[in-house]
T-cell receptor, first 116, second 114 residues
């Protein structure tokens, strides 16, 4: 069975500093995708970044980068130069090519608070 | 380019009632998935609709049902509401039902069951 584990319930970071949010995953499917979503207090799930299991390079999207370590089954999100607007819940999720659908399996999330 | 829309944004019901939530997918997407997010938890997959059929269901009882229309929009119906059905219901769309395409989410419907 597929599983996503986020071990940090909450994190604090100072504005303009970098922060790493941890995510480990478990799957027996050789082809899968890993996603990070941001969920502000309003509730909408906002897509941030995607990493495919066969991608050779770590994904980057602006201030977001994904530290993908396949052998360790980890897909940590790095946010550089944190901003006050980055305060939100962050979810790591996974889907696989081998499934009947592209359903996402989510972790429990990490609440990030950016302090001025 | 219109994103995923959901209605209503908030809903209050009492136990035993029935509710219908609605979702319109992002332009160009034909696959809709529904998720339930209880307070303090990650979203849980309810089911997916593609070509007007339910393709896969998560661990949810038959009280949860859905429908997809020819224009790809979708409804989620919940019968005989329980207090435990109180949650944020998220709709997500994608351009196909399988693979690892990014799913885009709507703003959600907050359901409160009293």
């Amino acid at each position: 069975a597929q599983k996503i584990t986020q071990t940090q319930p909450g994190m604090f970071v100072q504005e303009k500093e970098a922060v790493t949010l941890d995510c480990t995953y478990d799957t027996s499917d050789p082809s899968y995708g890993l996603f990070w979503y941001k969920q502000p207090s309003s509730g909408e799930m906002i897509f941030l970044i995607y990493q495919g299991s066969y991608d050779q390079q770590n994904a980057t999207e602006g201030r977001y980068s994904l530290n993908f370590q396949k052998a360790r089954k980890s897909a940590n999100l790095v946010i550089s130069a944190s901003q006050l607007g980055d305060s939100a819940m962050y979810f790591c999720a996974m889907s696989s090519y081998g499934g009947a659908t592209n359903k996402l399996i989510f972790g429990t999330g990490t609440l990030l608070a950016v302090q001025p | 380019d219109a994103g995923v829309t959901q209605s209503p944004t908030h809903l209050i019901k009492t136990r035993g009632q029935q509710v219908t939530l609605r979702c319109s997918p992002k332009s160009g997407h034909d696959t809709v998935s529904w998720y339930q997010q209880a307070l303090g938890q990650g979203p849980q997959f309810i089911f997916q609709y593609y070509e007007e059929e339910e393709r896969q269901r998560g661990n949810f009882p038959d009280r949860f049902s859905g429908h997809q229309f020819p224009n790809y929009s979708s409804e989620l119906n919940v019968n005989a509401l329980l207090l435990g059905d109180s949650a944020l219901y998220l709709c997500a769309s994608s351009p196909r039902p399988r693979g690892v395409d990014t799913q885009y989410f709507g703003p959600g419907t907050r359901l409160t069951v009293l």
